[in-house]
Every structure is written in C-alpha cells, then in structure tokens.
C-alpha cells in the first residue's frame, strides 16, 4: 500500500489532470489515501507528482506552474488611444 497525499491543489489544471486526481480519489487539499502498490497507481502518481506527495519520496515544489491553462491575454488593453 502506498500513502499519498494531496499538497497542492487542482485548480485551474488541465483537465486531464483534475481527472487523475480525482480518479485517485482524492476531495480535498491535505487529504491522505492508500493506494494499492501497483503500476497504474504508480503511473497515476508520477503523472500528478506536482501535486501529490508520496511516503517515502522527497515532494519539490514545482518551480512553475507548467500544468495550468495558460489563458491568452485580452486584445482590448491600450487600444483606447487610437
């Protein structure tokens, strides 16, 4: 059995991710599962590893945030002037 626990949140992910969260059943921040040790469990944890920390591996911080929806910035700003 693997202990996991969910450290950061989900919010604004793509939604394969909030997908893979959910699937490894976690609801709510600091929240704490066991999971079976198997390879799609495993595969699961190291797709989320940002997010979740496992017992027994050093959880990092991710330096930035590369799995959130990057939005693109409005058109509208600074065109008043023309």
Not at 5 to 12: D, H, Q
Not at 55 to 65: A, D, F, I, N, V
Not at 69 to 74: E, F, H, Y
Request: without cysteine; proline residues 6%; aromatic residues 6%.
């Amino acid at each position: 059995m693997l202990k996991a626990t969910l450290v950061k949140s989900a919010i604004g992910a793509r939604p394969e991710i909030k997908a893979t969260v959910e699937s490894l059943g976690f609801r709510r921040m600091n929240q704490t599962r066991e999971l079976p040790d198997n390879p799609a469990v495993r595969g699961m944890l190291r797709r989320v590893n940002f997010l979740v920390a496992v017992e027994g591996q050093p959880y990092e911080r991710p330096k930035r945030s590369r799995y959130k929806i990057w939005r693109a910035r409005s058109t509208k700003k600074h065109q008043r002037g023309n």
